[in-house]
């Protein structure tokens, strides 16, 4: 119980430090939820009492609080969101969602949480980011190799080594970042769960003055928030939205990013080998190019579905990135070969 009596006061000197730096809604935004913040630390203050122990004074700001507090001086709550949201400051959606193009405020319980619902394109979309790291990265060290003047069999040699580094630190990189998250993710949904249990008034009063800072009026976002009060699960996984800025579908394996981010590498990784694994002509520097050039098309074809640009251009642009990347480094590769 003092560690929430705590935790709420660290809140409301965050949401002051916010309130001195911003304006408008914002600023009255943050300066009420540290009126809130204040309010259920005064809650705890009550059940610390009621249990028989000696109530709470003086809180000490601990300096990771102190050091979020001064960054806000020199930088905008939308740039520090993220930051924000981990140490459970609410409104953090209400920058989030700038970031959406075509974001619609709620205007019903049916709308809420229609922007978030997690979609297979995401999954998709990281995929081929991966196979295009693997076949970038690995072609331009095979161009670096060819340049250099290396033998086939040391090419292949440098390409599964580069192919199989690359694949393993993606996959670890990627379970660390989402291993991370996730653990966030359930840390403040847990919390959030727990105050929704002590004092859902509150939380409805929080997630109302959200809904009028983000254009709604005060009648309109206060039967909004009560009304999706009325449903546990969904009252949690709204506050976790539009509170926190946290989105629950967003909590995916860690070992499933992984690994198909490994596997996705390893598939980009291998086709710049391709030529020099079959070994059937002397030609593996135009094979080689050949088969990047006409991966990194399509690949930059795949990437316009998502930036909802022109797909040629996108393969276009794509291309002539891969090959610059790997033109620099099969000059390199022969500059050091001279040189050494």
Request: no cysteine.
């Amino acid at each position: 119980m003092r560690e929430s009596w705590i935790a709420e006061k660290r809140s409301a000197y965050l949401y002051r430090e916010l309130a001195k730096h911003t304006k408008g809604s914002e600023q009255l935004l943050f300066n009420r939820l540290a009126n809130e913040a204040d309010d259920q630390a005064e809650i705890w203050v009550k059940a610390i009492v009621d249990s028989g122990d000696t109530a709470p004074l003086i809180v000490t700001i601990d300096f990771r609080t102190r050091l979020v507090g001064f960054l806000v001086r020199w930088f905008t709550p939308n740039q520090l969101a993220t930051i924000l949201a981990s140490m459970k400051i609410r409104g953090m959606s209400l920058y989030f969602a700038r970031k959406e193009e075509g974001h619609p405020m709620p205007k019903s319980i049916e709308d809420v949480g229609l922007r978030h619902k997690m979609s297979h394109a995401n999954n998709l979309r990281a995929a081929v980011f991966g196979v295009n790291d693997g076949l970038v990265s690995n072609a331009s060290l095979v161009l670096g190799m060819v340049g250099a003047h290396s033998n086939p069999t040391t090419v292949i040699l440098a390409g599964v080594a580069g192919l199989l580094a690359g694949a393993f630190s993606m996959a670890a990189g990627e379970f660390v970042s989402v291993r991370s998250q996730r653990e966030l993710f359930e840390y403040q949904i847990n919390l959030e769960r727990e105050e929704l249990e002590l004092y859902p008034e509150a939380e409805t009063a929080e997630l109302a003055l959200i809904y009028q800072a983000r254009g709604l009026e005060k009648e309109h976002a206060e039967h909004l928030a009560k009304a999706l009060m009325q449903n546990p699960e969904h009252a949690l996984d709204t506050l976790a939205r539009d509170e926190l800025g946290i989105n629950p579908n967003d909590l995916v394996s860690p070992w499933g990013a992984a690994i198909s981010s490994f596997i996705s590498f390893v598939f980009g990784a291998f086709l710049p080998l391709i030529p020099y694994l079959l070994q059937k002509h002397e030609h593996h520097l135009i094979s080689v190019i050949g088969i990047t050039s006409a991966g990194l098309f399509f690949i930059g074809m795949l990437i316009s579905l998502f930036t909802g640009r022109n797909g040629f251009k996108g393969g276009v642009r794509m291309l002539l990135i891969g090959l610059g990347a790997g033109a620099l480094t099969f000059l390199i590769g022969h500059s050091l070969s001279v040189v050494l």
